[in-house]
């Protein structure tokens, strides 16, 4: 996030009731407290030394993504909304995103551990104070409690970034999570069909969503097949034993020329040992599970298989069609299970495993069509760039989504096990560079209808 601007457009409606500010009021201090919580575990389950460490030049140290999340709450919530003081104008240029490269960040002089914890705290009195007497009216930021929103995603956001730094830190296991629970071997049909015909994309009704997942809007999409599931380690090995990082077919010029420079074999953090593959995983050793869907891989990796296994990427409006569409009544819904909120029987999310759950998993989130594991478990790339919506406005900056449109990202659906519920929706969409495999990702194919 960068620095707000001053928000003076009224929302031109009346208040909410008094129920209704209480309502927003609890979800937002859950939605709050929910992250710190996790913030603290991120940076509370290792030593000073490890916090100052940038443990990767494509990420930053975790102190510093520490006192950004409570720099960037000060500036929205206390500033923006509460008109208050900047409590510490000095390290706002610290603690801009894009005035330092993550590689730049360790050079800066930035608060030390002790200091970026006590910032981030009095940062949180005063917004507990600040909530407190929300009215939730008056302007687009305030509405709805959008603003209070908006920085309990961000804060997840970074909770996600900071779990994957962990990933990347070599040394002992620190973080610690149950497994998810044993599932039996999956076998329902290996593909759906998607039926063709309209389907309304994006949103323009859910409070907190961000600015490019607005406005709904209504797109034409042939019928199509998708994969049931996520495609799986085994199925993913089945890629690699048939020679697939050797052929250059199945790649684009571009993944090809990538894949070659930097020796690629194999998903991130996986090795063989014989005639076995074992991955590193938050700094314990493991076999590769089989029924796992596949993690670690990059958009030109996730699209050589599709290539290799003759079928293709779904495209964004593919995949949140599979993951929204209701043929029964025609409408989208909040989620493949329907409109309530993520359960844990719906989804793996926030953070309760550190790990995919096997293919096949939580029947109780699959959408009408039969599709499973569209939300949870691992990011999912589709053959799609990052592109604005017919009307996008960026709101309420545009360094959140506008300078990111274009064919340099690919878009990503559906979150993973490393996303909290708040920042994690049917019409939710993140973007990363083709390149990029450090992140919590993986895919499933589509096919086109036969005529």
């Not at 003076?8 to 008094?18: E, K, V």
């Not at 008109?83 to 960040?105: K, S, W």
């Amino acid at each position: 996030m960068t620095a707000p601007e001053t928000d003076t457009a009224t929302t031109g409606t009346t208040g909410p009731t008094q129920t209704a500010v209480e309502a927003l009021r609890e979800r937002a201090l859950a939605s709050l407290t929910t992250a710190r919580a996790r913030t603290t575990l991120l940076t509370s389950c290792v030593e000073d030394p490890d916090l100052t460490a940038q443990h990767s030049p494509l990420m930053s140290p975790l102190v510093w993504d520490l006192a950004h999340i409570g720099n960037q709450e000060e500036l929205w919530l206390l500033r923006a909304v509460g008109g208050r003081d900047a409590m510490r104008p000095e390290i706002d240029g610290l603690y801009d995103a894009f005035e330092h490269p993550r590689a730049e960040r360790p050079s800066l002089p930035l608060l030390p551990p002790a200091e970026a914890r006590h910032y981030a705290a009095e940062v949180r009195g005063r917004v507990m104070d600040l909530l407190a007497g929300a009215d939730f009216h008056g302007t687009r930021l305030t509405e709805a409690g959008f603003a209070f929103g908006m920085i309990a995603q961000h804060e997840q956001q970074h909770d996600e970034t900071m779990l994957i730094t962990h990933q990347l830190r070599k040394g002992p296991q620190a973080l610690t999570a149950p497994d998810p629970e044993p599932a039996p071997l999956f076998t329902g049909p290996a593909e759906v069909l998607v039926p063709g015909g309209p389907f309304t994309m994006g949103t323009s009704a859910e409070p907190w969503a961000l600015d490019n997942e607005r406005p709904a809007h209504v797109r034409e999409v042939a019928p199509f097949w998708i994969d049931t599931t996520p495609v799986t380690n085994a199925a993913y090995q089945a890629f690699i034993e048939d020679g697939g990082y050797d052929t250059e077919r199945w790649w684009t010029p571009e993944g090809w020329t990538h894949i070659k420079r930097h020796s690629i074999t194999a998903p991130q953090f996986w090795r063989r040992d014989g005639d076995r593959w074992l991955r590193r995983r938050f700094g314990v050793t493991e076999a590769v599970p089989p029924d796992e869907p596949v993690l670690h891989v990059c958009w030109y990796e996730a699209d050589a298989y599709a290539r290799w296994a003759g079928r293709r990427l779904p495209t964004e409006t593919e995949w949140e069609k599979a993951a929204r569409h209701d043929p029964a009544t025609g409408r989208s819904m909040r989620y493949p299970w329907g409109d309530a909120d993520p359960a844990p029987e719906h989804a793996n999310l926030g953070q309760r495993h550190l790990r995919p759950a096997p293919a096949g998993s939580y029947p109780a989130g699959e959408s009408p069509l039969g599709v499973r594991q569209l939300i949870g478990d691992v990011w999912e790339w589709t053959a799609s760039d990052f592109l604005p919506y017919p009307g996008f406005r960026a709101f309420p900056y545009k360094e959140y989504s506008e300078v990111f449109f274009g064919s340099g990202h690919k878009v990503l659906r559906g979150g993973s096990f490393a996303v909290d519920a708040v920042a994690c929706r049917g019409t939710f969409r993140n973007w990363d560079y083709p390149i990029r495999r450090q992140i919590f990702s993986g895919f499933r194919t589509a096919r086109s209808e036969a005529v």
